[in-house]
């Protein structure tokens, strides 16, 4: 069962889950020498990453591998993924052993190839996502494929992700939200040995309901979060606040 803390608002949810995520990650730096981490982007991870960047982590041991992103948009638009995390982490902390963008102006087959083969040989000790408005997970839109072993997948964004994209400024229209991307399947990202789901905001609180409280399903495709033997889920008051089940557990 996903176990679910309950922040009053997204800047403590990210205080919370930006220090347990380094707790992890210390953790595994201790037993292993090294981390090796999945990094989301998207308004859900501000607060968490910002928390993230704040703490005492030996980076130099740090590998990051990149969630999603786009197809065919170049870094320089404000809504690449790998601008943000360049800007939002990498920026921010000292230099890391090892950072994996997904390059999405590449040819798309051959960069998920070349992702596949790398992250084949780095087991990963702790994802840092979100979820979608439409219930995403990565960039794997309703019905998610719960099915494919690749590490790296090509997907259609639907239209609820994209209006997401949109409505949360990142694009100057719709039509602008490109219509492909590159993510991380759902079975690469359940093979992570802890999960930090960061969702804030009301706009989240359906997704949130149908993902954490309704049975597993592709259609609420962070639902198979459920399955995962170490998730913790950080909400605020406003993203949890159809749940059936509050508090801490
Ligand atoms: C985004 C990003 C993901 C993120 C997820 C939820 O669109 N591509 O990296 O995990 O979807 O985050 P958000 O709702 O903040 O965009």
Redesign the pocket.
Request: overall charge negative; aromatic content about 10%.
């Given at each position: 069962m996903v176990k679910i803390r309950i922040a009053e608002d997204s800047s403590h949810l990210g205080k919370e889950a930006g220090s347990k995520a380094a707790e992890m990650i210390r953790h595994a730096i201790e037993k292993n020498g090294y981390a090796n981490i999945i990094l989301?982007?998207?308004?859900?991870?501000f607060e968490t990453l910002k928390q993230l960047v704040e703490e005492e982590i030996d980076w130099s041991k740090l590998t990051m591998f990149h969630?999603?992103e786009y197809i065919g948009l170049p870094e320089s638009s404000p809504a690449s993924?790998r601008r943000y995390l360049k800007e939002r982490f990498i920026q921010k902390v000292s230099l890391l052993k090892k950072s994996h963008f997904i390059n999405g102006e590449a040819e798309p087959l051959k960069e998920c190839m070349r992702l596949n083969e790398i992250i084949r040989k780095s087991p990963i000790d702790v994802a840092l996502?979100?979820?979608?408005?439409n219930g995403?997970?990565?960039?794997n839109d309703p019905p998610a494929d719960f099915e494919t072993e690749q590490p790296f997948i090509i997907v259609n964004l639907d239209e609820k992700?994209r209006e997401?994209?949109y409505g949360?400024g990142w694009f100057k229209s719709v039509d602008d939200v490109p219509g492909r991307a590159i993510t991380m399947s759902i079975r690469q990202i359940m093979k992570s040995g802890q999960i930090i789901c960061s969702v804030p905001e009301s706009r989240k609180a359906e997704a949130v309901r149908d993902c954490l409280e309704k049975p597993v399903s592709n259609l609420f495709p962070a639902s198979i979060l459920q399955t995962h033997q170490n998730c913790i889920c950080f909400l605020d008051k406003s993203s949890s606040a159809l749940l059936a089940r509050k508090g801490a557990f």
């Open positions: 989301a982007t998207g308004s859900s991870q969630l999603d993924f996502v979100g979820i979608g408005e995403h997970l990565g960039f992700c997401q994209q949360e």
